[in-house]
């Protein structure tokens, strides 16, 4: 497992949140002249936007991020997306925010799995971060925020070698191999078959600096080349055009990574039966977690850098639904698998004095304003905390 996986993850998932919120976002758009109170309008989208990018990309956050560490559970990081959602007026219910991560995580997989080489990871990373500089081109403060990111990226990563970003790969398919999310734009594509599961391609630009495949060439015991034999490849590849550019303004030549939301076209998530199945057998067990204690201080550390302002005024939180109808959006949080729901995180703890002591302590960091409700069990409900935040 790579400790330098964690910095992508956030990023590129990050962005693919901010790509689903704001094709929703333009979608329920009303002309503020004409709009209701309880309506969005042009204005909100960009405030929720400039809000959610300004929460992300603060300083004290992407130091914390930066630091070498190994990834958690889908759930922790779940919840700091969460947090990040609400982190302006926009509301989101349940069913709506467990069908935009769904959206994001599958939208990122997709992306992993087709990257010609390990290292343009690094290039879908750089993609996001264009876009999301798109979405706050009018204010510089913020862009100088994703412009410090960049730095970042570039420092740390800029000098890894080829085994170093496989290892990060790896530790990103790991992370996403049991999801089977089926997704209708993918469906619709043909990248994915019924089961979840992605089709890859057998055709297209080969990886940066290798050759199209069909040749195999023998060597002496000298290094001279003596035999060359030609085989059928069965696809349709094509050499690499150029590399693309990992400098903070460039051609990135790959297009994975890019807003795939800019054409509007509706997207549903269904779960497929293998899918529900093997989140059954893999749900998160009520024995005790000896990584328990790390993911508690991992989001207490993560999510005390937040920063997230609250509004001044009496102004209350839009609603956005990510379905067509509140009717979908309520049928959907009907249905929604109980093993799947991330309503409730259950972290345990051990019995005795110093552990109590210790996981105490970490809650604290969280910094409740109200005592919570009495109970036995050390297992508290980490998003009710997060409530209180």
């Known amino acids: 497992m790579s400790v330098r996986t964690l910095p992508l993850l956030f990023l590129n998932l990050g962005g693919e949140m901010l790509y689903i919120l704001d094709q929703r976002l333009r979608a329920q758009n009303i002309p503020g002249d004409k709009a209701r109170k309880d309506e969005w309008t042009e204005v909100d989208r960009k405030r929720v936007l400039n809000d959610i990018i300004s929460t992300m990309f603060n300083r004290k956050f992407m130091e914390e991020l930066f630091k070498p560490q190994e990834l958690y559970s889908k759930k922790a990081l779940r919840t700091v997306y969460e947090r990040l959602a609400h982190a302006s007026i926009m509301k989101l219910n349940q069913a709506s925010m467990d069908k935009l991560y769904d959206l994001m995580t599958m939208a990122f997989k997709y992306q ?82 019924n089961n979840g599961r992605f089709v890859l391609p057998v055709s297209g630009p080969v990886p940066w600096g290798t050759e199209v495949p069909g040749l195999i060439r023998m060597f002496n015991n000298k290094g001279e080349e003596v035999k060359r ?140 304003m109200e005592q919570p409700s009495l109970s036995t069990s050390k297992g508290d409900d980490l998003l009710a905390m997060m409530d209180e935040l």
Do not use: W
């Open 229 to 368: 034999i030609e085989f059928k490849h069965g696809g349709n590849y094509v050499p690499a055009p150029k590399e693309g550019s990992f400098e903070l303004y460039g051609d990135r030549v790959l297009k994975l990574g890019t807003n795939m939301y800019s054409v509007n076209r509706p997207v549903e998530t269904h779960m497929s039966g293998s899918s529900k199945n093997l989140a059954s057998r893999t749900q998160e067990s009520i024995a005790p977690n000896p990584l328990a204690k790390e993911e508690l201080n991992f989001l207490a550390r993560l999510m005390g850098r937040m920063e997230i302002k609250k509004p001044s005024g009496p102004e209350p939180g839009f609603r956005l639904n990510l379905f067509t109808t509140d009717e979908e959006e309520e049928q959907a949080a009907l249905t929604r698998p109980e093993e799947l729901s991330y309503e409730v995180i259950n972290i345990q703890a051990t019995q005795d004095q110093q552990r109590s002591e210790e996981l105490a302590r970490i809650m604290g960091e969280f910094e409740i």
């Open 112 to 193: 992993v799995l087709l990257c010609p080489r390990p290292k343009d990871v690094l290039l879908v990373t750089f993609n996001h971060l264009d876009t999301i500089k798109g979405f706050i081109r009018d204010s510089p403060t913020i862009l100088q925020q994703v412009d410090e990111a960049f730095q970042q990226l570039t420092e740390i990563y800029g000098g890894l070698s080829a085994g170093e970003f496989q290892l990060i790969r790896q530790t990103l398919l790991i992370f996403f191999q049991d999801l089977h999310i089926r997704v209708s734009m993918f469906l619709k594509d043909k990248v994915q078959n």
